[in-house]
């Protein structure tokens, strides 16, 4: 019986320890895909403001030379431009914002300054391009900042609340 109540008490601390810890990485995921994603957007914007390279080509790019875990993201968009007989781009965007918020764990300020992007790619001439490309590095860097202090403040409450809560299940049990 002793044994029986002892690897109970394991698997429940077992159990909300993994929960503390995914609830604490999505915070950790954040903040590393709003890297990424800049780093994709930078790469983007290379090959649309400085190699003038068609849209649907420059998102291949992105993704090839990219950062997986985010950079499938311009793919999708690309495989939706041109599957859709329209050529909007904007909904092309649209198209993946769950993959953000599920995939990415990107808040909806975040999706916000990607569809926003959306919005304005392809409407205007090179140095307009360039303009709004660095006003979306801005936004980003600012978004950066503050998912690094939810990620220093959060992950590690979670990840101890997780522990602390399985220890208190037990003692309750006992």
């Known amino acids: 019986m002793g044994l029986l109540k002892l690897m109970g008490g394991l698997l429940i601390i077992l159990s909300t320890t993994l929960m503390g810890f995914y609830y604490g990485s999505r915070f950790s995921n954040r903040f590393n895909n709003l890297i990424y994603l800049e780093q994709c957007l930078k790469i983007l914007e290379t090959e649309i403001v400085y190699g003038a390279i068609p849209l649907p080509e420059a998102l291949s790019n992105v993704y090839s030379k990219g950062n997986k875990k985010v950079s499938f993201i311009f793919e999708e968009i690309r495989k939706n431009l041109l599957n859709n007989k329209r050529g909007d781009i904007f909904n092309s965007f649209l198209s993946v914002v769950d993959l953000l918020k ?11 300054i990607f569809l926003s992007l959306g919005r304005v790619l392809g409407s205007s001439d090179r140095q307009d391009q360039e303009k709004n490309f660095k ?9 950066q900042k503050e998912a690094k202090l939810e990620k220093d403040k959060n992950e590690r409450m979670y990840k101890n609340l997780g522990v602390l809560t399985g220890i208190t299940i037990v003692i309750i049990l006992l």
Do not use: P
């Open 102 to 112: 599920d995939r990415l764990n990107l808040k909806d300020e975040d999706i916000e």
């Open 135 to 143: 006003y979306i590095f801005n936004q980003i860097t600012l978004l």
